[in-house]
């Protein structure tokens, strides 16, 4: 991996806090009196939260119904390690579900790390066209609930995000679904597809994290900056699990200002030209500062997924061979995400794999070209869609590039 390539991986983890969480439970209700939000040092409540998710949806012309799936409950000192709090507090995955014409496929949604469901807000409407759309904030992040993170390793810390998934699908009765994860959701998804193959029909990963160890791209670049005074600092940061949404809160009521102009640089940056407009961003931007600064709890995940310079503990690629489930990864062309890792992984898989790349896109590739990734999408899930009125999607636009 180039130096590049690991300073903007490093960056995005660090900084994706404006860019890969909606909010029912994520911030403990007041009592019966608080603060005026004007006089708060972080201006939110769990009814901001909410209300900035629905108007964010607003935007969204396909009907929809949004839940609150309860996917159970554990005592403290549970042996489900995912279970583990201060409390017993039932846990509940944030799910809005598109409707669809009667027999379409199911097509499960899930976010990356910092973000949530509300970020494909630009691709509810075209996928929900031809495909049964059910988008859900995991565990800890958006509207789901944020019970203590109390994951003391990598095992414990995959388990909060799989098994809690896997109770949310159990809870929802889905038997077979296509399942879509970007960047550390793609990693998350990959994982429960090798837990789990015989639910997961088709694999959609975009910009997928998690592919190599920091041993396998040995970074001679790495290694040197860790020798650096800066690189102590900010590695002992890292160990210390002190994440980017700490820092939108000790801001306090300035969060939202650094939030709006991290939103307003990031998206539109690959842009296809269709680029956010003053509606789409002003509700975007105040839906990721409420999720942002919201009781912290997933986000708390990252050390013990990724080494210092955002380097899977547990690389994907070493579990290629095990692959059971057809898939299909997507990436932008500007993608800091390496599509490399992809490549390496397909020598050792047993089953289908294809990689497009989509021009104009970064790493969120379905807010920077939404048209591009929607063809790439339907051509993943072409074998699924074959009596969708006689269209097929059997090729891609000329403009997408299939490696």
């Known amino acids: 991996m180039c130096r590049a390539a690991v300073v903007k991986m490093v960056e995005e983890v660090s900084r994706a806090a404006s860019a890969e969480a909606a909010a029912a439970t994520g911030v403990t209700r007041s009592s019966k009196w608080a603060w005026p939000r004007a006089l708060r040092w972080i201006p939110t409540s769990t009814d901001h939260i909410i209300s900035a998710e629905k108007r964010l949806l607003s935007l969204v012309k396909t009907p929809y119904v949004q ?9 403290p000192g549970s042996k489900i390690k995912w279970f583990r709090s201060c409390s017993d507090e039932p846990r509940f995955i944030n799910t809005v579900t598109f409707d669809s014409n009667e027999g379409s496929p199911t097509l499960v949604m899930v976010h990356g790390y910092g973000a949530s469901q509300g970020f494909f807000f630009r691709n509810f409407d075209a996928l929900a066209s031809r495909l049964r759309v059910i988008a859900v904030d995991q565990l800890g992040w958006g ?8 994951c003391k390793s990598t095992e414990e810390t995959e388990a909060w995000f ?15 679904f296509i399942l879509l994860g970007h960047s550390f959701g793609g990693y998350i998804a990959a994982k429960y597809a090798l837990k789990h193959p015989e639910h997961v029909q088709h694999l959609i990963l975009v ?13 001679e ?5 860790r020798a650096t005074w800066k690189g102590t600092i900010v590695n002992h940061l890292w160990e210390s699990n002190f994440t980017p949404q700490k820092v939108i809160r000790g801001l306090g009521p300035w969060g939202p200002q650094l939030v709006r102009r991290y939103t307003s640089a990031r998206f539109g940056s690959y842009s296809s030209g269709t680029v956010l407009g003053e509606d789409e961003a002003r509700l975007l931007t105040d839906y990721v500062y409420h999720t942002l600064v919201a009781k912290a709890s997933g986000e708390l995940c990252l050390k ?3 080494s210092f310079g955002a380097f899977a503990r547990k690389p994907l690629l070493q579990f290629a061979s095990e692959w059971k489930v057809p898939t299909t990864f997507i990436y932008g062309f500007e993608d800091w995400m390496s599509y490399q890792g992809a490549q390496l992984a397909r020598q050792e898989m047993e089953v289908p794999c294809d990689i497009i790349r989509v021009p104009q896109g970064g790493h969120f590739v379905f807010i ?19 009596g969708d009125a006689g269209v097929v999607d059997e090729t891609l636009p000329e403009s997408i590039t299939e490696v």
């Open 67 to 75: 839940e609150q799936v309860n996917i159970g409950s554990g005592p």
């Open 143 to 150: 509207g789901s609930s944020r019970p203590d993170f109390t």
């Open 162 to 176: 799989i098994d809690s998934f896997e109770e949310w699908r159990k809870a929802k009765n889905l038997t077979k």
């Open 207 to 219: 910009g997928p994290a998690g592919f190599s160890s920091e041993t396998e791209h040995k970074s």
């Open 221 to 225: 670049w790495l290694t040197k900056f």
């Open 304 to 306: 013990y997924i990724f």
């Open 368 to 386: 920077d070209n939404p048209t591009g990734f929607h063809a790439a999408v339907f051509y993943a899930c072409r074998r699924f869609l074959s």
